[in-house]
């Protein structure tokens, strides 16, 4: 029974993915704080790449940098949810799950300005 239930969702249309996981990006943007400050700092770098004329190689590490940070957000997102389903009381083990997603978005939050200020500080100091 639940694999003729599981097997007729499946089937679904592609458009029906598209529409949950775009659904998926908007509630994450709405609802999760630091979804919304990488989405505004990602809109501060498009606003500056185009001001200072940066590389197309610029370009694309920049846009590598920001679907990479944006995802590992939202995966972050959904472990957190996943596990205060799972475990609505405080646990040791659910603890671990939450800090390390947390900690994957920190890593490349950290690096994404890392290289951030490598790309746009020469750029800055050239104008003075």
Do not use: Q
Not at 43 to 68: H, N, P, Q, R, Y
Not at 93 to 122: N, Q, Y
């Amino acid at each position: 029974m639940f694999k003729a239930k599981f097997k007729k969702e499946a089937n679904h249309p592609l458009w029906k993915s598209f529409y949950h996981a775009w659904e998926g990006i908007k509630e994450c943007l709405v609802t999760e704080r630091n979804m919304t400050i990488h989405f505004c700092f990602m809109i501060a770098v498009i606003i500056m790449g185009f001001v200072l004329d940066i590389s197309k190689s610029e370009w694309i590490t920049c846009l590598i940098l920001f679907v990479l940070v944006m995802s590992l957000e939202l995966v972050n997102t959904a472990i957190e949810t996943v596990v205060d389903i799972c475990s609505p009381t405080i646990n040791k083990k659910a603890k671990l799950a939450k800090d390390c997603a947390a900690g994957a978005v920190l890593l490349a939050a950290v690096c994404a300005a890392i290289i951030g200020l490598w790309i746009f500080v020469p750029k800055i100091f050239y104008l003075f």
